[in-house]
C-alpha cells in the first residue's frame, strides 16, 4: 500500500534551529503523553499538520476548536518542534512518515531529533521510579548522552516510528537520541512518561515541571484507554515485540 503523506504548514516556525522531539503512540504512550505535557505547559500551537489517506478520517475537537490528529507543535517559550498523534500510526504509513517527516525538519533547520518512548518492562509494577536509557543514532550523539549523563543502550532491538527516525536523521547527518523509559506494554504509563521527560530538560537544559503530569496520572490512563488499544494493534505489525529480545551477535 502506497503512502501518500503531506506536512502543510500553518504557521512560521516561532524559534529558530530547534530540536525535533517525537512523541507518537507507542509502548506505554509514553511519548504521547510526554508530547501533550510539553505542549500544556509550554502553551504550544500548531506549526504544521500531517495529510495522508492512511488517517482515519477523524478530526479532534480541544477546547472548541477543531485540530488534525497528526501535528507538529512549536512555542516561542522553547527551541522544541513536538511531533505527535491522536491516533495510533497504521504501519503502512511508517516507513514514508519516517522519509518525509524527516525532510520536513531538515527544511527547517531543526539541529537534531529526540525520541521519547518506552521499554515494555515486565515488572514495571514493583519499579516506583522507571529507569531512561537513551539510543543514539551515531558518535556524536553518543557523546552527548553520555556527556548528560544518561545510560546508553548497549545491546537490543528497537523498533517503530523512532528507529526509523534515528535512521533518516543519521542518514543526513543530523543527531538523534531515543530516550525510553520502563513502561507498562499494555497501560498507558504517565510515570515513564514523566521521567523520560526529567532527562529530556536535562539534556537540553529546559525547565519542564512533571508534577501536573504525575497529578493526572489516573485521569490520563481512563483517557489513554482507546488510543493505547489502536497503538497495541499497529505495534503488533511493528516488530515491537522484538524490543524484549537479545540479539544473536555478542550473546
Do not use: C
Amino acid at each position: 500500500m502506497s503512502a501518500d503523506i503531506r506536512f502543510v504548514d500553518v504557521t512560521p516556525l516561532p524559534v529558530e534551529a530547534p530540536v525535533a522531539v517525537e512523541g507518537l503512540p507507542d509502548v506505554g504512550l509514553v511519548g504521547a503523553l510526554a508530547a501533550l505535557h510539553l505542549a500544556d505547559t509550554l502553551e504550544m500551537v500548531e506549526v504544521a499538520h500531517v495529510e495522508t489517506s492512511l488517517l482515519p478520517p477523524v478530526m479532534v475537537l480541544h477546547r472548541g476548536v477543531l485540530q488534525e490528529p497528526m501535528r507538529i507543535l512549536g512555542t516561542p517559550k522553547a527551541p522544541l518542534l513536538v511531533f505527535t498523534s491522536e491516533v495510533a500510526v497504521h504501519p503502512a504509513l511508517v516507513y514514508e512518515l519516517a522519509r518525509t517527516a524527516t525532510d520536513w525538519f531538515a527544511s527547517k533547520g531543526v539541529r537534531g531529533l529526540v525520541s521519547l518512548g518506552g521499554i515494555p518492562t515486565p515488572n514495571r509494577m514493583d519499579i516506583e521510579e522507571p529507569a531512561v536509557v537513551g539510543v543514539p543514532n551515531g558518535e556524536a550523539a553518543m557523546a552527548s548522552l553520555r556527556q548528560a549523563g544518561v545510560e546508553v543502550m548497549q545491546e537490543g532491538f528497537i523498533a517503530g516510528a523512532y528507529a526509523l527516525l534515528l535512521k533518516e536523521f543519521g542518514k543526513r547527518r543530523l543527531p538523534g537520541w531515543a530516550l525510553l523509559a520502563q513502561a507498562h506494554l499494555n497501560y498507558p504509563d504517565p510515570g515513564a512518561a514523566a521521567a523520560a521527560l526529567r532527562v529530556l530538560s536535562g539534556m537540553l537544559g529546559l525547565s519542564i515541571d512533571v508534577t501536573p503530569l504525575l497529578e493526572r496520572a489516573d485521569e490520563l490512563r481512563v483517557k489513554g484507554r482507546d488510543l493505547m488499544r489502536q497503538a497495541q494493534a499497529s505495534m503488533g505489525s511493528l516488530g515491537k515485540t522484538t524490543e524484549q529480545e537479545i540479539p544473536l551477535m555478542y550473546r
